[in-house]
């Protein structure tokens, strides 16, 4: 593992830290997102994102910045702030949770984003043995899948392609192992 990857779970350990305590959950998605589902680092990460359940904002915010987070002011606040600690980038994006049990981000440039019921659970898996809740596959192949659609969206990159492949491939191992354990 190199220096960066190290810096990148440090900045989740602590983040981690920080929240839980207070009540506050913050899920993984992107790159890392997927790594924690799979269970291992596969590749290495340009950034880590974590979701945020709107209501959690601020607060949340404060805690990173008394930690040593600095909030950096590249982003509309109403969707996500980006920080920077101990040299590691890293951001918070913000959802809401609909009456229907699925989630959305109705504010700000991404308010035709939908992610699906489940996407956020509060089951954790484990990174690098370090126990994280991630956003749930089929939330992160939702939001993969929708992306260029969405209003703000851009096509797909290579590696966008190839994660919702391993995430499809996922889902259908999920569903294999669920159909068997109901039919014992």
Do not use: N
Not at 9 to 19: D, G, K, P, S, W
Not at 49 to 76: M, N
Not at 116 to 142: C, K, N, R, W
């Amino acid at each position: 593992m190199d220096a960066k990857a190290r810096a990148q779970l440090q900045v989740i350990r602590e983040v981690v830290a920080v929240v839980e305590p207070a009540g506050i959950s913050a899920w993984l998605f992107g790159g890392w997102g997927l790594d924690a589902r799979i269970g291992r680092i596969t590749r290495e990460h340009g950034d880590v994102e974590f979701w945020v359940e709107r209501v959690h904002a601020e607060q949340s915010k404060a805690l990173i910045e008394g930690i040593g987070g600095t909030a950096l002011a590249t982003q509309p606040p109403e969707e996500a702030c980006e920080f920077v600690l101990d040299g590691t980038p890293f951001s918070t994006a913000y959802f809401d949770r609909r009456p229907d049990r699925s989630f959305d981000q109705p504010l700000g440039r991404f308010a035709d984003w939908r992610f699906p019921s489940g996407s956020f659970d509060d089951v954790p898996v484990m990174l690098d043995g370090t126990p994280v809740l991630a956003m749930s596959l089929a939330g992160m192949l939702a939001m993969k899948e929708q992306f260029p659609r969405l209003r703000h969206g851009r096509p797909w990159r290579q590696k966008d392609i190839v994660d919702m492949e391993i995430l499809r491939s996922l889902l259908a191992e999920e569903t294999t192992e669920e159909d068997t354990r109901a039919a014992e």
